[in-house]
């Protein structure tokens, strides 16, 4: 099992520009979420899945947007890219809510120039 | 809305020296879990805590769910060089949307030789 993927592993922007992060798992989860890690802040939820089809809004949702067309697949896409974007952001995934472990996926690096 | 809060920050700490990081819940929560981001990499599972007072360990981490199951606390015994990294334990909320987890800001763990 490759667990959770994610791509890109980089990517530059310049402020405007948008943008769609993949993320992938094949260990047939039903929750499946977006986080984005700045120095210091710890891990912020973006937006989560509780299942295919379904999204819902996080801690900080605001500049992006999700889709989760398919269970294996989670969508986290930047409609214009703004500086205050630039971080690290992590997929995750977990069999169900909050009683289950999170698996998360090796991050992707984003900066927007 | 429920929060999650660690302390410290962070810890420089001398190779062989103890370790304890704190967290903290303003309600009850029905479990806690305990991550580990590695410098570069991404937050790995270390452990679930579910009964009020339960003591679990691993190796030299010995992880503690108070009685309140409101609080929690990790403890490394005569750290390594490979303990170093940011850990983070995480509480299950229930919202509308469904029932996931909320980090703690996480406590970021140096060791020198």
């Known amino acids: 099992n490759a667990g959770v993927t994610q791509t890109p592993k980089f990517r530059v922007l310049k402020t405007g520009q948008s943008m769609t992060l993949l993320c992938a798992q094949d260990?047939?989860?039903?929750?499946m979420y977006w986080y984005r890690q700045d120095p210091g802040m710890g891990l912020r939820l973006i937006h989560y899945?509780?299942?295919?089809?379904?999204?819902a809004k996080g801690e900080v949702p605001d500049g992006y947007n999700v889709s989760r067309l398919k269970k294996q697949n989670f969508l986290l896409g930047l409609e214009s890219a703004a500086p205050s974007q630039t971080s690290v952001y992590f997929c995750?995934?977990?069999?169900?809510?909050?009683?289950?472990?999170?698996?998360f996926g090796p991050g992707t690096r984003l900066t927007v120039t | 809305g429920q929060q999650v809060m660690q302390i410290p920050q962070y810890q420089h700490v001398q190779e062989g020296e103890d370790f304890t990081t704190y967290c903290n819940s303003s309600?009850?929560?029905?479990?806690i879990q305990w991550y580990k981001q590695r410098p570069g990499g991404h937050p790995v599972f270390l452990i679930q805590?579910?009964?009020?007072?339960e003591v679990k360990k691993q190796k030299r981490l010995t992880f503690q769910f108070g009685e309140a199951k409101k609080n929690s606390s990790l403890h490394i015994t005569a750290t390594q060089t490979t303990d170093v990294g940011t850990y983070f334990c995480?509480?299950?909320?229930?919202?509308?949307?469904?029932?996931?987890?909320?980090f703690g800001t996480g406590t970021q763990l140096k060791v020198e030789l």
């Open positions: 805590l579910v009964k009020s007072g």
């Open positions: 260990m047939n989860h039903e929750y």
């Open positions: 899945s509780v299942g295919e089809g379904t999204t």
């Open positions: 309600t009850t929560l029905s479990n």
């Open positions: 995480a509480g299950p909320i229930l919202t509308g949307g469904g029932n996931k987890l909320t």
């Open positions: 995750a995934s977990s069999l169900s809510g909050g009683a289950y472990e999170q698996y």
